[in-house]
């Protein structure tokens, strides 16, 4: 099994978001809120 750090997985999250087109980047708050990456 491949094991990932939390950030690592939010970078996924975030480039699949972009990928997929259901997130309209205009911040990196909007990639941040697609993805589901939450706030420090």
């Known amino acids: ?16 978001c972009l990928e997929s087109g259901d997130c309209v980047p205009r911040h990196i708050s909007d990639i941040a809120r697609c993805a589901g990456v939450p706030r420090p």
Not at 5 to 11: G, L, N, Q, R, V
């Open 1 to 16: 099994m491949l094991s990932l750090s939390i950030t690592t997985s939010y970078a996924i999250k975030a480039m699949s």
